[in-house]
Nanobody, 125 residues
Framework: QVQLVESGGGSVQAGGSLRLSCAASGYTYSTNCMAWFRQAPGKEREGVAAIYTGGGSTYYADSVKGRFTISQDQNTVYLQIYSLEPEDTAMYYC????????????????????WGQGTQVTVSS
């Protein structure tokens, strides 16, 4: 049974940092595309970062380049967020897809098969 459990969200002031974690279990972790998405109230879900777990290649949405860093350690994927802005307020989700060979394309389409329950990030000005 695939399980993705996010943690690390919270309420922070603008300019602060957070590190989100996603613990994965129930499947072979290697050779997957793991990604972070976010969804703000009234907005569509968007992919912010992805990583190919087999080789470590990373991909980012243009809107977050330079402030977000995705990384992995064993069966956990992290999203480090720097210089938080109120516009970063959203529910952040971790997701997994086996199409590692098209990770860059898949995460931008938000078409992932397995999702975590999400962790809330709230940034105040």
């Amino acid at each position: 049974q695939v399980q993705l459990v996010e943690s690390g969200g919270g309420s922070v002031q603008a300019g602060g940092s957070l590190r989100l974690s996603c613990a994965a279990s129930g499947y072979t972790y290697s050779t997957n595309c793991m990604a972070w998405f976010r969804q703000a109230p009234g907005k569509e879900r968007e992919g912010v970062a992805a990583i190919y777990t087999g080789g470590g290649s990373t991909y980012y949405a243009d809107s977050v380049k330079g402030r977000f860093t995705i990384s992995q350690d064993q069966n956990t994927v992290y999203l480090q967020i720097y210089s938080l802005e109120p516009e970063d307020t959203a529910m952040y989700y971790c997701a997994r897809d086996p199409r590692w060979y098209m990770c860059d394309t898949v995460f931008r389409s938000v078409d992932f098969g397995y999702w975590g329950q999400g962790t809330q990030v709230t940034v105040s000005s």
